[in-house]
């Protein structure tokens, strides 16, 4: 663990899927889909010091894992990182493979070419810092139910296509997602999702607005009502890199790029590990 919190503190040497902060870290970690401890991989040097290590954690109903890592101490990752990534996705039984990190990882970058995997668009985080808006939620917007999900379905399937959470969790009650609704005369035409993270952020994991329905405010509306039923100040989100338009919106609101990061992907259609 002392290693990975280490390894996390340069954009350089980080996974994009954990933060900065050990204890963040150390939450996230315990609270993947399988246990860390469970999948981590090591690799050590001739002394039995640590010089590299990977976790994963998978859903098999979506066939795709996440690979945590690999971190690798410095002069080591074209030694190091092909085996450990190999030795961790290796143990999921899922056909489709995923990592993450910042653009200025680039060992990252050579490793997913090294291994055969794609590289994906990049992924623009954006946040802001701002009072929570006072007085009532607006009276369209209510809590998702388990009706809503064919209408979600619709709007997260067209804006959302093949990402990393179904329609049926955003509106699980058991699920780790608040979702929020916007359905002025019973007509769904909007919906946001979101997760709470540490004591003061609030991560927007999805919003859309139905075609139909745009520049109307409605998207501003949904951020308001999740920043008003959270209570949360700082809110956070990501925007892919072939949606100019929704960066220019989060903008337009106030909210600062802090991090941009690229996906890379292997399925057995791409795989040519070793």
């Avoid at 969790?169 to 609704?181: I, N």
């Amino acid at each position: 663990m002392d290693f990975i919190v280490r390894q996390q503190q340069s954009a350089d040497t980080a996974c994009a899927y954990l933060g900065t902060e050990p204890s963040d870290i150390r939450g996230d970690l315990e609270a993947l889909d399988q246990h860390w401890t469970e999948t981590v991989r090591v690799a050590v040097s001739d002394t039995g010091r640590i010089i590299g290590a990977a976790v994963i954690e998978w859903d098999e109903g979506l066939d795709r894992s996440w690979v945590h890592g690999p971190w690798v101490g410095e002069g080591e990752w074209r030694s190091v990182s092909p085996a450990l990534l190999e030795a961790v996705t290796t143990q999921a039984p899922v056909g489709r493979h995923e990592m993450y990190a910042s653009v200025d990882h680039g060992e990252m970058a050579w490793l997913a070419s090294h291994c055969g995997w794609r590289s994906g668009e990049a992924n623009f985080e954006y946040a802001r810092t701002s009072s929570v808006p006072t007085g009532d939620i607006d009276p369209a917007i209510r809590p998702a139910v388990l009706a809503d999900e064919a209408a979600i379905r619709e709007l997260h399937d067209q804006e959302f296509p093949g990402t990393y959470a179904r329609a049926a969790e955003l509106v699980s009650p058991d699920g780790p997602y608040s979702t929020l609704v916007i359905a002025p005369e019973g007509k769904v035409l909007g919906y946001v999702a979101f997760q709470l993270q540490g004591e003061s952020t609030l991560y927007l994991d999805f919003i859309a607005v139905h075609t139909d329905a745009r520049r109307a405010g409605i998207g501003v509306t949904l951020i308001d009502g999740a920043q008003q039923s959270s209570g949360r100040e700082r809110v956070v989100l990501t925007v892919d890199e072939h949606r100019p338009e929704a960066r220019a919106f989060y903008a337009s609101l106030g909210f600062e790029l802090e991090a941009a990061t690229r996906p890379y992907r292997m399925s057995p259609s791409t795989s040519s590990m070793g």
